[in-house]
């Protein structure tokens, strides 16, 4: 049996909805901590260390924020590829179109950089607890397209 050779006008609508990824809460957390275990017993100096510390748990609670508040504006909740255009949710409800400028896809983590009009670039880390398994498939199959047409004559995304 032949292979049909699909091409991005193939996909006519794709819609994943986002949740906030525990692997992704949790991994982060977990470094955090590592690195501020690593400020306490380094050798700087004690203001040195509590600035370090006050950066850490800001850098935390902005992880938080933003990737594990479902209804947070800077919370991505879902991306959509609709007639040809990306559009980025957010999780006020926003839609926002946006160009793909980079992805990768394996089986356990798809990562998605997007330039959203007049803001600065995005970057998605999709683990497998993001989203159902079968929008990630089909996310994975449309950014394969998107490469090989991106490799044959630039990215229409």
């Given at each position: 049996?032949?292979?049909?050779?699909?091409?991005?006008?193939?996909?006519?609508?794709l819609?994943?909805?986002?949740?906030?990824?525990?692997?992704?809460l949790?991994?982060?957390?977990?470094?955090?901590?590592?690195?501020?275990?690593a400020?306490?017993?380094?050798?700087?100096?004690?203001?040195?260390?509590?600035?370090?510390?006050?950066l850490?748990?800001?850098?935390?609670?902005?992880?938080?924020?933003r990737?594990?508040?479902?209804r947070?504006?800077?919370?991505?909740?879902?991306?959509?590829?609709?007639?040809?255009?990306?559009?980025?949710?957010?999780g006020?409800?926003?839609?926002?179109?946006?160009?793909?400028?980079?992805?990768?896809?394996?089986?356990?983590?798809?990562?998605?950089?997007?330039?959203?009009?007049?803001?600065?670039?995005?970057?998605?880390?999709?683990?497998?607890?993001?989203?159902?398994?079968?929008?990630?498939?089909?996310?994975?199959?449309?950014?394969?397209?998107?490469?090989?047409?991106?490799?044959?004559?630039?990215?229409?995304?």
């Amino acid at each position: 049996m032949a292979r049909q050779k699909l091409e991005m006008g193939d996909f006519h609508n794709l819609s994943v909805d986002l949740r906030p990824s525990r692997l992704l809460l949790i991994g982060g957390a977990a470094l955090h901590l590592l690195a501020g275990v690593a400020v306490v017993f380094s050798g700087v100096p004690h203001g040195a260390k509590a600035g370090f510390i006050a950066l850490l748990v800001w850098s935390l609670a902005s992880l938080g924020f933003r990737h594990g508040l479902r209804r947070s504006p800077g919370f991505i909740a879902g991306i959509d590829w609709l007639d040809g255009r990306w559009r980025l949710r957010d999780g006020k409800g926003g839609r926002r179109p946006a160009r793909l400028i980079g992805g990768y896809a394996h089986p356990l983590i798809v990562i998605l950089n997007f330039r959203p009009d007049n803001a600065p670039v995005r970057s998605l880390a999709l683990l497998p607890d993001a989203a159902d398994a079968e929008s990630l498939r089909r996310l994975r199959v449309l950014l394969r397209i998107w490469r090989d047409a991106d490799a044959e004559d630039g990215a229409p995304g």
